[in-house]
């Protein structure tokens, strides 16, 4: 990997926050939001942009899944062949500005990152179940914004060894979203997520790399409840909160040749509490009456590959395969991610 103190200006992939899928399907478990970065990020992510400028980054990410794991974590029985596929276009935009902070240690910079979202899906319900899950189609999902702090590389014998940032990030209501729909592009309500990631390079050509996260969702009134939200006039849920979650995003890679890196990633979820669903007579409960099957937790890992085209263009392709999958549809995720410093 050809780093230095000053090459790093292309680097900026690890400030971002992208969809993934197993977000996505949500509904079909419980609440947790779409939009959160479940390995879309992988190799070199402590490193990025050290001088004033703009980097763009998008995301070409298709995932499938045809299981839906219970509390359990054995496939629903009462969903037929389900399939769930969604194909999806992030766009991002960082910019890091001028002022120096600690001795011209570390730069601030802010970021913006907005996907587009189509969903393919099919469900067929067997009793105790009625009906189909449904979904609202292609949209725009959840605009994602903040403010991050990127370090300049710790040097030692002439290379880097090791890079970090801090981001906190806020996760908008803006992407489409119908309470009548299981499955939608945006999560219909606000979070926070700050995150730390970091890089270590204890040998030459080798890399490790992780990025902690943390999730905290705001009330909604307008869960998305699907062929629920009908049921009675007005719908019976006044307000619902998806549980706080945390995550990390880990990944280690060696440059096998010139150019080329060679490697694995991976990342575990784990939704720390309950949702929470309370009902219009006053009531309060974990919503399992709505498919809201309990906590979700998984671990997604496999290959990824990382070719620095040129000195201001960077291709990273990754596959995730889930297991270990609770509350949450079991997906295969694959996903091609190319930054660009101007």
């Known amino acids: 990997m050809r780093l230095n103190a000053s090459s790093t200006t292309w680097l900026a992939a690890g400030i971002a926050v992208a969809l993934g899928l197993s977000a996505s399907a949500a509904r079909a478990a419980n609440l947790e939001p779409a939009g959160v970065n479940l390995g879309s990020t992988s190799f070199f992510d402590g490193f990025g942009r050290n001088e004033e400028g703009f980097t763009y980054l998008v995301y070409a990410q298709y995932a499938t899944a045809h299981s839906i794991m219970g509390d359990d974590g054995k496939a629903l029985p009462y969903f037929t062949e389900p399939k769930i596929d969604a194909f999806i276009l992030v766009n991002q935009l960082a910019y890091t500005l001028p002022e120096k902070l600690f001795d011209d240690r570390a730069h601030l910079g802010i970021n913006f990152i907005l996907p587009l979202v189509g969903?393919?899906?099919?469900?067929?319900?067997?009793?105790?179940?009625?009906?189909?899950?449904?979904?609202?189609?292609?949209?725009?999902?959840?605009?994602?914004?903040?403010?991050?702090m990127q370090f300049r590389p710790v040097m030692a014998g002439g290379r880097p060894v090791f890079s970090h940032r801090f981001e906190v990030d806020v996760i908008a209501p803006t992407g489409r979203f119908d309470p009548n729909k299981d499955i939608n592009p945006g999560a219909g309500f606000a979070s926070?997520?700050?995150?730390?990631?970091?890089?270590?390079?204890?040998?030459?050509?080798?890399?490790?790399?992780a990025r902690l996260h943390y999730l905290y969702n705001f009330n909604t009134d307008r869960p998305a409840l699907g062929r629920f939200y009908s049921l009675t006039v007005p719908p019976p849920v006044k307000r619902a909160k998806a549980g706080q979650a945390s995550w990390v995003n880990?990944?280690?890679?060696?440059?096998?040749?010139?150019t080329f890196h060679l490697g694995a990633?991976?990342?575990?979820?784990?939704?720390?509490?309950?949702?929470?669903?309370?009902?219009?007579?006053?009531?309060?409960?974990?919503?399992?009456?709505?498919?809201?099957?309990?906590?979700?937790?998984?671990?997604?890992?496999?290959?990824?590959?990382?070719?620095?085209?040129?000195?201001?263009?960077?291709?990273?392709?990754?596959?995730?395969?889930?297991?270990?999958?609770?509350?949450?549809?079991?997906?295969?995720?694959?996903?091609?991610?190319?930054?660009?410093?101007?």
């Open 265 to 342: 990633n991976g990342y575990y979820f784990l939704q720390l509490n309950q949702d929470l669903w309370e009902m219009q007579d006053g009531s309060t409960n974990p919503g399992h009456q709505f498919n809201d099957l309990g906590k979700a937790s998984f671990l997604g890992i496999g290959p990824g590959l990382l070719w620095e085209i040129t000195d201001h263009d960077r291709l990273f392709a990754n596959v995730y395969f889930q297991t270990m999958v609770y509350n949450r549809a079991r997906s295969d995720v694959f996903n091609l991610h190319w930054v660009h410093g101007f």
């Open 119 to 148: 969903f393919d899906t099919h469900f067929i319900v067997r009793p105790p179940g009625t009906g189909t899950l449904t979904h609202s189609g292609v949209g725009l999902g959840d605009l994602t914004f903040g403010p991050f």
């Open 192 to 209: 926070i997520n700050p995150y730390w990631a970091a890089t270590v390079l204890p040998l030459p050509h080798l890399e490790v790399s």
């Open 250 to 258: 880990f990944a280690v890679s060696y440059e096998i040749v010139h």
